[in-house]
C-alpha cells in the first residue's frame, strides 16, 4: 500500500516501513530533503541512515536514486523493500539484460521507487542520457565519507559523483555516512557541490557499547587480553579487527585451536571464498571471525557482543565505524581497542608508503595522532566521541567505558598469568627492531613524584575547561603524554614551553600563555 503525499508523516511510517516512533535525526533529515534542500547528514552504524532515503519515495511517490558502493547490500535492501511491497530495484555487473529491463519497466510504471546503483554506473553516458528525461525526488549518497580524499575510506569512483548535479541541479542530494568529521563534511560538500547543505549530525552515543583501551607491551599481553574476552563473551558472535592479512591468517589459526567456528576474512581471498566467509558468518556458521578493514561495510549482524581491535586502526573514524558493528541490537557488548606502539609503527609505515599527495599524508598523520591521544586519553571515552563528531548530543560522563568505570564487570580483566610465548604464530613475525623500541618505550616512561601528579591533575581540569569552552575533544587540546611532561617540567616561560613534548608552533601561539599562567597560579 501505497499513501497518498498529504498523508501524515507517522502514518506513512507505521503503514509502510511498520514503525512506531522515527529514531534520533531522522525526521529532521527527511523534512531537509522533501523541502528540496541537500542535506550532510551524520547517523551511526545502525541508526537507520536507510529509512532517511527510502521515506522520500513514498511521501513523493516518485523515483529515488541511492549510489551505494555494494552489491550485497543492495539486493540486500532491495528483497527488504519488496518484502514491504515498496517497489524496488538495482542495477549492477551481475545482471542479464533481462532482469535490467525488469527493472526500466517497474519504474516506467510511475509512482515511488528506490533504485539502487554503484557510483560507476553513474558515469555511464547511457544513464547520463536516460535520467536527465526523469523526475527524480532525491539522490542518496550512501557511506558518502568515500567521496572524501580526507576519509577513512576514499574511493576514486565516488569522486566523480558531482556529474549528479550537473544534470539535475534541482534534485537535492543527500549524503549519508556513519562517520565523519567536520573537515570530512565540508570536503564531501565541495566535490558533491551542495547548495548551502543542512548538516545533521546524530547518534553517535550508544549507551549499550563499552568502550575500552588497553596499552599492551608486547605481543603476549595482546593475545591474553584477547583470549580472556572470548572466553568472557560466548554468546553471540565476535569481530577481531587486524592491520594486515598476514596477522589475520596467524591470529585465526592459533584462535582455532582454543575455540570453534573461528573463520578470517580479507581483502586477499577469491570473492567465492570472502562471499562463502561472510554468509557463514551471517548464518551462524562462524562465530568469531578474524578480518581486516576489509570485512565492514554493509555488514549489519544484530547480536555482535564483542569487536576487538587486535591493532590499532588508520583513524578514529575506523575506529568507531568498526565498533560500531557491535550491539545492533541494542543489548550490551564491549568494544576493546588493544594498543601498542608497535600498531602505531604499522600505521605509521602505511601512511609512508602511500602514493598520496603531501597534503593528504599530512592529514593522515594528524589523523593517527589523534587516535592515539584518544588511545592514551583519561577522559571518559563516549563523550570524547561525541565532541569529535560535533554531535547534537553532548554528556560529561557516560557510566560505561573504562575511564568512567574501571571496575565495571563489563571490562575485559588484565589476566594474572601470561600465555607462553610459543602459543602464538603471531610471534613469528616479530622482528629485532620491535623488541628495541619496547625498551625505548619503557624508558621514556613518566612516573610522577606527589607535587608532579597534583600539578597534572590541575592541568586536566584546564584542559577539560577550555576544551569546552573551545568545543572539541580534551584529547585535540592537549594529549595526557603532554600534561605530564608539563606537570614534571614546570615551565614558566614560553621559551621554556617550546621545548616540551607535544607542543609546536600552533599550540603554543594558541594555549601558550594559557598555560602559562596556570602553571604560575599553582
Known amino acids: 500500500m501505497h499513501l497518498a503525499q498529504s498523508a501524515p508523516f ?84 551481475g545482471q542479464t539484460d533481462d532482469e535490467k529491463r525488469t527493472v526500466f519497466a517497474d519504474i516506467n510504471k510511475g509512482g515511488p521507487f528506490v533504485l539502487y546503483l554503484s557510483p560507476e554506473r553513474a558515469q555511464k553516458e547511457g544513464f547520463q542520457k536516460w535520467i536527465q528525461n526523469r523526475k527524480v525526488a532525491l539522490f542518496a549518497i550512501d557511506e558518502a565519507h568515500c567521496v572524501s580524499q580526507w576519509g577513512h575510506d576514499f574511493r576514486e569512483e565516488y569522486s566523480q559523483l558531482c556529474i549528479l548535479k550537473n544534470l539535475c541541479p534541482e534534485t537535492p542530494i543527500l549524503a549519508l555516512t556513519a562517520s565523519a568529521t567536520p573537515t570530512v563534511l565540508d570536503d564531501i560538500s565541495k566535490h558533491l ?20 583501551v588497553e596499552l599492551c ?9 584477547l583470549l580472556e574476552s572470548l572466553r568472557q563473551h560466548t554468546k553471540g558472535r565476535a569481530i577481531i579487527y587486524c592491520g594486515t592479512r598476514k596477522v589475520t591468517e596467524s591470529l585465526a589459526a592459533a584462535l582455532s585451536k582454543k575455540f570453534k567456528q573461528v573463520g578470517y576474512y580479507h581483502a586477499g581471498l577469491a570473492p567465492e571464498v570472502r562471499h562463502q566467509t561472510q554468509d557463514s558468518y ?27 581491535h587486535y591493532q590499532m586502526p588508520a583513524n578514529i573514524d575506523a575506529l568507531y565505524q568498526e565498533m560500531g558493528r557491535g550491539g545492533r541490537d ?10 601498542s606502539k608497535k600498531d602505531k609503527g604499522l600505521q605509521s609505515y602505511f601512511i609512508h608508503s602511500s602514493e598520496a599527495p603531501e597534503e593528504i599524508k599530512s592529514a593522515r598523520w594528524r589523523n593517527l595522532e589523534a587516535l592515539v591521544n584518544y588511545s592514551e586519553g583519561s577522559e571518559c571515552r563516549h563523550a570524547e566521541i561525541l565532541t569529535y563528531y560535533k554531535d547534537s548530543q553532548r554528556i560529561e560522563r557516560c557510566g560505561h567505558c573504562d575511564n568512567c568505570d574501571p571496575k565495571s564487570a563489563r571490562r575485559v580483566p ?17 622482528t629485532a627492531l620491535s623488541k628495541t623500541k619496547k625498551k625505548k618505550d619503557k624508558a621514556i616512561e613518566i612516573i610522577l613524584d606527589g607535587e608532579q601528579e597534583e600539578r597534572f591533575q590541575v592541568l586536566k581540569r584546564w584542559r577539560k575547561a577550555k576544551a569546552q569552552e573551545l568545543d572539541m575533544p580534551a584529547f585535540v587540546v592537549f594529549s595526557d603524554q603532554t600534561l605530564r611532561h608539563l606537570a614534571v617540567k614546570n615551565p614558566k616561560s614560553m621559551r621554556d614551553l617550546a ?18 599562567a596556570e602553571l604560575t597560579a599553582n
Not at 516501513?17 to 527527511?30: V, W, Y
Not at 607491551?217 to 587480553?225: G, P, R, S, V
Open 10 to 93: 507517522d502514518e506513512i511510517l507505521k503503514t509502510n516501513f511498520g514503525l512506531s516512533a522515527f529514531r534520533r535525526g531522522q525526521k529532521e533529515i527527511i523534512e531537509a530533503v522533501l523541502a528540496g534542500k541537500d542535506v550532510l547528514a551524520v547517523l551511526p552504524t545502525g541508526g537507520g541512515k536507510s529509512l532517511c532515503y527510502q521515506y522520500p519515495a513514498i511521501h513523493s511517490q516518485q523515483l529515488v536514486i541511492v549510489i551505494s558502493p555494494l552489491i550485497a547490500l543492495m539486493k540486500d535492501q532491495v528483497a527488504s523493500l519488496q518484502r514491504q511491497g515498496i517497489p524496488a530495484g538495482c542495477l549492477h555487473s
Open 193 to 212: 557541490k551542495l547548495k548551502k547543505p543542512e548538516r545533521m549530525v546524530h547518534g553517535f552515543y550508544r549507551p549499550n557499547l563499552y568502550y575500552q
Open 217 to 225: 607491551e608486547d605481543e603476549d599481553t595482546k593475545y591474553a587480553l
Open 282 to 308: 551471517a548464518s551462524g556458521n562462524l562465530r568469531i571471525l578474524v578480518a581486516t578493514n576489509a570485512f565492514g561495510m554493509g555488514i549489519d549482524q544484530p547480536d555482535v557482543r564483542l569487536v576487538v
Open 330 to 339: 541494542g543489548f550490551e557488548s564491549t568494544c576493546m581497542m588493544l594498543y
Open 414 to 430: 588484565r589476566p594474572l598469568v601470561q600465555v607462553v610465548r610459543s602459543e602464538l604464530s603471531v610471534e613469528k613475525m616479530k
Open 499 to 516: 621545548g616540551v613534548h607535544g607542543i609546536g608552533e600552533a599550540k603554543l601561539e594558541k594555549f601558550g600563555w594559557d598555560l602559562i
